[in-house]
């Protein structure tokens, strides 16, 4: 039998989750979307539940929670808004405080692999089993479960291997956005000083000066 603590606490959290997001009066959680079952865990006095779909995301807490990541701090909200229509959305909210308190979107073909990213939870949930219960929502949901999954992180390895993750040092290739050369006498176009002349390779111009 659970303690009496944790009954309370659950049954609070049930009380707020049918009127803060769900807002009918049953004693189960369910995703706006497509009417599949939320299910919510226990934290000391608080309870968690993650939710899945842009549509179910509160973006004015989704941008908040940008403020904390390395990449997407700087971010315009069009840009975070396209990036999640074209993403799995994953948010985790608390009950108890009637907020989104972290944050993690998948890119994927849902046929071989998908990317992680923009994993964030908010500061002052950290330590309190969030983080894990978000990534475990996300390697375990239907559309992602059998595939393979891919993500970049330098300081939270321990989070990841605990989902199932492995690190293969060495392996990492990437490619940053190039900017295209404009010649000189191509005349005034638009893009101006946008337009950047990319270096002779090395051993090209050692090639020119031998001739």
Known sequence: ???????????????????????????????????SKMEYRVH???AF???TGAENMNMTDVMSLMQYTKLGKDRTREQV???MANSM?????SLLDHKQIGFARA???????????DVVT?????????????????????????????????DAMPLYEGV??????????DRQPVVQAMPEDAGDVAFGDAWAVPAMPAFVAAAADAE
Do not use: H
């Open 49 to 51: 539940v993650v939710m």
């Open 107 to 117: 890119v994927t073909d849902y046929s071989t692999c998908y990317y992680v990213t």
């Open 1 to 35: 039998m659970k303690n009496r603590k944790e009954m309370a606490v659950r049954k609070r959290a049930v009380e707020l989750g049918k009127t803060f997001m769900l807002g009918f009066s049953s004693r189960k959680f369910w995703n706006r979307k497509d009417n």
């Open 81 to 83: 808004e396209m990036g």
């Open 89 to 93: 959305c994953f948010g985790i909210y």
């Open 44 to 46: 000391g006095d608080d």
């Open 122 to 154: 908010d500061p002052d949930y950290r330590g309190k089993g969030a983080a894990n219960q978000l990534m475990e929502a996300v390697v375990d949901c239907d559309a992602l479960r059998n595939l393979r999954g891919v993500l970049l992180t330098k």
């Open 164 to 173: 199932g993750f492995s690190a293969y040092p060495g392996t990492f290739m």
